[in-house]
């Protein structure tokens, strides 16, 4: 598998994760919480939610990641633009590389910058963005040798960078990677005997992420981070 199929993969999981964002939010205390709980379990979620550097987890883990979907897009961009440039340079355009100019040029036309909010409405479309841009990417690297417009589609990718970025991606990726998995520890080292047995899925789900070795298994967990956050 290429890198870009990783970075494909991660990105596309970025946006099943910022779904997350209304839930964090009431987990952080931006929605009341009910002042009379309806059962034992109510209250003991409720508590749960008080419990800062929990909140702290989540917060700066989406922050992480809307940086890293922020980073993907604004290093894209230029990419995406002289590599349009170059191919619509070329003569005698057969029908697959018009279609690939159009690709190019539509994501450059619905994906202009803008400032981002903390608005999860936002950061769904900053997702949305990334996941295209890399999609794009991965499509390009993966053109059947035999295609016509394969080999000048590719090479004006490579021409204007793609290799650098792909390799930028990564390191950024390993960054935010490496954050992510020192703040889960963090977390876990300083719960109770008690609290613990409130995280039993967070402890699990860290279990068996920090025991894969396969890259690209280990960015599937990812998709599932928030998810042992659910009361």
């Known amino acids: 598998m290429t890198k870009t199929f990783i970075i494909f993969i991660v990105s596309a999981l970025l946006l099943l994760q910022v779904q997350a964002v209304p839930r964090m939010r009431r987990e952080a205390g931006e929605v009341a919480v009910e002042k009379k709980p309806a059962s034992t379990h109510t209250a003991r979620s409720n508590e749960k939610l008080k419990f800062r550097p929990r909140q702290v987890l989540m917060t700066t883990t989406l922050a992480d990641l809307v940086g890293l979907a922020k980073y ?7 990419l995406f633009n002289k590599t349009l440039a170059q191919l619509e340079a070329v003569p005698d355009k057969c029908a ?59 090479q004006a990718f490579i021409d204007n960078g793609s290799d ?53 298994k280990k960015a599937e967990f990812y998709s599932n981070f928030f998810d042992t956050f659910n009361p």
Do not use: C
């Open 72 to 78: 993907v897009t604004e290093h894209g961009r230029p």
């Open 164 to 216: 650098k970025f792909e390799d930028d991606l990564m390191a950024e990726l390993k960054v935010v990677s490496g954050k992510f998995e020192r703040a889960i520890e963090h977390y876990l080292s300083i719960l109770t005997e008690e609290q613990k047995k409130d995280e039993t899925k967070l402890i699990d789900w860290y279990t068996r992420f920090t025991n894969e070795k396969d890259d690209e």
């Open 96 to 154: 697959g590389l018009k279609a690939n100019i159009t690709r190019i040029s539509e994501y450059l036309k619905t994906n202009k910058p803008s400032g981002q909010s903390d608005a999860a409405e936002d950061m769904l479309a900053l997702f949305e963005s990334m996941i295209t841009l890399t999609s794009i990417l991965q499509d390009a690297n993966e053109m059947p040798p035999e295609l016509e417009q394969t080999k000048t589609v590719q």
